[in-house]
């Protein structure tokens, strides 16, 4: 099983946790969301929300959607920007309200690489 920690900048973990939840397909089994303790690199310790995935390709492009979704829905939320970052250090930004058709192109070289960590941004 994959693990991708999932940070933003403006919403508690726990409520992060239940919006990403809520968004998630009912019969989606492949993806679990998780917080865990996570020490920071000051030694502090926090929670952090981290997703499970089974199939890295098809599961992440289902997380990645009910982030999308589940940000679209909020006030505001139009001005989010959504930043991946891989294992080896790659990184991949665009907005939560990027078309359609270029989210798929997103979402399939984001399948290629390992996926690390996805952080939102409401104030970009």
Do not use: C, W
Request: no cysteine.
């Amino acid at each position: 099983m994959e693990k991708i920690k999932i940070y933003s900048d403006f919403m508690m973990v726990h409520e992060l946790k239940e919006m990403i939840e809520h968004e998630l397909p009912k019969s989606e089994k492949d993806v679990t969301l998780e917080i865990q303790k996570h020490k920071d690199k000051r030694g502090i310790s926090t929670d952090v929300l981290v997703a499970l995935i089974a199939f890295a390709g098809t599961s992440l492009s289902i997380l990645i959607t009910a982030i999308l979704q589940a940000y679209l829905k909020r006030k505001d939320g139009e001005r989010a920007e959504i930043y991946i970052k891989t294992k080896d250090g790659q990184e991949i930004r665009f907005p939560v309200n990027t078309s359609k058709k270029d989210m798929e192109k997103y979402i399939s070289i984001i399948k290629a690489l390992e996926t690390d960590s996805i952080m939102i941004f409401e104030d970009v």
